[in-house]
């Protein structure tokens, strides 16, 4: 995942909408954290990796590790340097820095792998392959993936509304236009829509899976990909 500096990639700068934006996506990460536990039967003898780690000290951030109690067995990985976050969260068995797409941990190093809004700042298509086939590997069990949906009214990551909507390279066009260069590149923001998930999940020929529509204002704002092997 890429490292953010919020202030300069953001578009929108308005503290009071920053304040309100921050609340929804707690929101929508808590709701989620809960389909998790309850789709994938957590119980303190599963193990976790978390793949896609922040190094932001930011209480927003991190669910998984946010959540995490004393007798959880929770492994972070991310391809930022993270071991700022071992004082905060000294429940975390390891923090490794990897890539996602091609660690070196062994096969079925976890019960449950856990990745929240991370494929879609990997990169290309393929590169996106990479990563479910890299998190599928590790997992022992269950693989348990979020991503936001590219047809949301509104994207996430800029704060601007609709014109994500448009061809990729237009919309890249237009975020270079309003100095978001940072979001115009493809390895930074690629973002997945139902038919680009799917088409995932055929290329790896996965069989057992689950598509979970998350919503927000009735509208699909998030999708959860279920894998179990």
Do not use: C
């Not at 934006?21 to 990460?29: D, E, G, S, V």
């Not at 392959?129 to 693989?143: D, S």
């Not at 601007?160 to 260069?181: A, E």
């Amino acid at each position: 995942m890429p490292t953010l500096n919020y202030k300069k990639t953001y578009w929108l700068k308005i503290p009071l909408f920053d304040n309100l934006f921050i609340k929804i996506l707690n929101y929508n990460r808590n709701k989620i954290h809960n389909i998790f536990l309850k789709e994938t039967e957590y119980t303190i003898k599963n193990s976790i990796l978390d793949i896609g780690t922040t190094n932001s000290e930011d209480n927003s951030q991190n669910v998984i590790l946010q959540k995490t109690r004393d007798n959880d067995k929770v492994y972070s990985l991310s391809n930022q340097d993270i071991t700022n976050l071992k004082n905060i969260f000294p429940n975390i068995k390891e923090f490794i820095i990897a890539d996602g797409k091609s660690s070196e941990l062994k096969e079925n190093f976890v019960d449950i792998v856990f990745s929240s809004a991370t494929i879609e700042h990997v990169g290309s298509f393929e590169n996106q392959l990479l990563f479910l086939k890299e998190a599928i590997r590790i997992a022992k069990k269950t693989v348990f993936i979020t991503t936001p949906n590219r047809f949301y009214p509104i994207d996430f990551h800029t704060k601007i509304p609709v014109i994500h909507w448009l061809p990729k390279n237009i919309h890249r066009l237009i975020l270079k236009t309003l100095g978001l260069h940072f979001y115009a590149n493809e390895e930074n923001l690629n973002l997945l829509d139902k038919k680009n998930i799917i088409k995932l999940i055929q290329k790896l020929k996965i069989k057992k899976y689950k598509i979970i529509r998350h919503k927000f204002l009735f509208m699909t704002s998030n999708y959860i990909i279920i894998i179990n092997k």
